[in-house]
């Protein structure tokens, strides 16, 4: 799909109300199908080689690879994803204009695979017990936080493969508590059922970080998203969300990619050289949010300029 430089894709004043209502705008198409099939072989094929990836392969994981966290600093094709106007323009409309991408991360799910459980997230401690983000708490909106996740399907993201489920509206009042902490239990993978649904969340239960131990979300409310490849769908990290069991054939998977954006005014890791989570460590040495769109006026947080391969990360200018 082309884009000239004058094409503006924020939202109007209609869709802002309607994600302010909701928490969550989509699905929206970014690539046409058949583009997004050439765009994820390509992919694949660049994905295996890791030489100038900015973490190293020892932080392969059983729960999830959290070494494959940030591959948009190593692999061209996720550089300019992150960059995508129709995204990041989206992303700025609700944002401001001065926007960092600080965190990118692959969502495969295979044949078998459990659903994922429902949570929120507002600073991210949820499995590595520290924040991974903060907000300057005089200025937030939204008292305790959140990034704005733009998740893209790219491959098709089916009921039977394991979906995305959301709860509209559930983005302003936080159910967890970040500060608890999970037990982590690769045994605990694809071996629970919950409210008869087999549901984990990469090693841990997420209903340890409830507030009230008692509390069950009200699953009344959700609804799966169903997207075809290409399309992606936009979201606060504190809407109640959640996946679906794969339950389709051996020969379908779903793959999802989500690119998480704050203002420049959000500390990104406060205090934080390295990152344990999902029976894994990576160390932040090589880490650099990118400035997407505008100006960063803070000076907070350390910036990547250019990808490892020398991607120029151009921001959005407005």
């Not at 004058?6 to 928490?23: K, M, V």
Request: glycine residues 8%; negative net charge.
């Amino acid at each position: 799909m082309t884009t000239s430089q004058e094409t503006d894709f924020r939202l109007s004043a209609e869709e802002l109300a309607r994600f302010e209502r909701d928490g969550f705008i989509g699905p929206i198409k970014i690539f046409e199908p058949e583009e997004m099939t050439e765009l994820w072989k390509t992919t694949r094929r660049q994905l295996p080689d890791r030489s100038l990836a900015i973490y190293p392969d020892d932080a392969l994981s059983s729960g999830t690879n959290i070494s494959n966290y940030d591959r948009h600093l190593d692999v061209d094709l996720l550089s300019e994803h992150i960059m995508n106007r129709r995204i990041v323009d989206r992303v700025a409309s609700i944002l401001g204009p001065d926007v960092l991408c600080w965190r990118t991360e692959f969502f495969p799910k295979y044949p078998g695979d459990e659903g994922t459980d429902w949570h929120q997230a507002a600073t991210f401690a949820n499995a590595s017990k520290k924040p991974q983000i903060m907000w300057p708490t005089e200025e937030s909106e939204i008292p305790f936080g959140g990034t704005i996740t733009v998740w893209t399907a790219f491959t098709d993201s089916t009921k039977e493969n394991g979906c995305l489920q959301l709860m509209p509206g559930t983005h302003r009042e936080m159910n967890y508590d970040e500060s608890k902490a999970m037990d982590y239990d690769p045994d605990a993978i694809n071996s629970r059922e919950k409210e008869g649904v087999k549901r984990g969340f990469f090693g841990y239960d997420y209903r340890q970080l409830q507030k009230d131990p008692n509390w069950k979300p009200d699953e009344s409310q959700a609804f799966p998203l169903v997207m075809k490849r290409g399309e992606c769908v936009i979201f606060w990290s504190t809407l109640m969300h959640a996946s679906l069991p794969h339950t389709g054939s051996k020969k379908d998977y779903r793959m999802g990619f989500a690119a998480r954006y704050v203002p420049t005014k959000v500390k990104i890791y406060p205090d934080t050289d390295q990152v344990a989570e999902y029976g894994g460590g990576i160390t932040l040495d090589n880490y650099g949010a990118v400035l997407v769109s505008g100006e960063d006026t803070y000076g907070i947080n350390t910036l990547a300029t250019h990808s490892r391969r020398g991607y120029a990360f151009t921001p959005r200018r407005w």
